[in-house]
């Protein structure tokens, strides 16, 4: 039981780790960034090149950070932002991109399973059993991330703009906060959120270049029924994480990947805000 409750804690962490990033575009832009699964995937080969290059797999993860923000303002720039008047043709960009992506990273890696060392080995004693110590080292960053995000949000300047355009842009222009800069940061941001994570969890699974897509699907429905807030985000994560791993743990694997995507549908079914107040 000590084990179960440990996985369902670490598959929570994990799935708000790679959910994150979704939310925070889908919030402030009001655009479902459907490249995440790419920049997902990007964070898993960034992580693959730092240990192949000799260097710590610990730092994969802020370099992966780093390629994503850089690279997610790049596609802001050059190919959303033109399109921000046309919300389904923006849409359907990033989907197109995550195609491109998906397709580059298979041209320049091939289309094999790579693997990643786990930069922490070994297991720890928790609730009275050996437990992944890396696993509970990624519930760890899903806390601690659920608390710099919302204060990100709520107690700085920028979260402070970005919660004024996502009330009414109109408004928040008319008040001289440059929205476009707002959105291109929201975008840069959470195409880094997406690299960090897949950098972040390549080490317990692989990486190839379709890694990403199976994220993607998960991530859709965690943040629709969650709203515009990552403390729901995380109650969404645990809920729904601890659902599937329940159902693969006692009934089938393959329907434990089906649960969240199930489980969600129902939840929007009976009531479509899902999560979120109001």
């Not at 921000?84 to 998906?102: E, F, H, K, S």
């Not at 959120?193 to 991530?219: F, K, R």
């Not at 089938?252 to 990947?257: Q, T, V």
Request: net charge positive.
């Amino acid at each position: 039981m000590a084990v179960l409750a440990l996985d369902i804690l670490t598959t929570a962490g994990i799935l708000f780790v790679v959910s994150s990033g979704l939310l925070i575009i889908l919030g402030v832009m009001k655009l479902i960034n459907f490249a995440h699964g790419a920049f997902l995937t990007v964070g898993g080969y960034t992580a693959y090149s730092v240990s192949a290059a000799g260097y710590s797999p610990w730092l994969s993860i802020p370099a992966a950070a780093i390629f994503g923000f850089v690279g997610g303002l790049v596609v802001e720039r050059l190919i959303v932002r033109p399109l921000y008047d046309r919300p389904l043709d923006a849409i359907l960009a990033t989907w197109g991109l995550g195609i491109v992506i998906g397709q580059l990273i298979t041209l320049g890696f091939g289309r094999g399973v790579q693997f990643v060392p786990t930069p922490l080995a070994g297991t720890t004693e928790l609730l009275g059993v050996d437990y992944s110590a890396y696993r509970l080292v990624v519930a760890i960053v899903a806390v601690l991330l659920v608390i710099a995000m919302s204060a990100l949000l709520k107690l700085t300047r920028f979260g402070l703009n970005a919660r004024a355009v996502i009330m009414d842009e109109t408004l928040a222009r008319g008040l001289g906060i440059d929205s476009t800069r707002v959105r291109a940061w929201t975008f840069g941001i959470g195409a880094a959120l997406a690299c960090a994570a897949g950098a972040l969890i390549t080490p317990l699974l692989s990486v190839d270049p379709n890694m990403g897509l199976p994220w993607l699907v998960n991530s859709f429905m965690l943040v629709l029924i969650s709203g515009v807030s990552f403390p729901s985000l995380f109650v969404a994560s645990l809920i729904l994480g601890g659902a599937q791993v329940v159902v693969s743990t006692y009934a089938n694997p393959i329907l434990g990947g089906m649960t969240i995507v199930v489980i969600a549908a129902l939840v929007l079914r009976i009531n479509p805000k899902g999560f979120s107040r109001g």
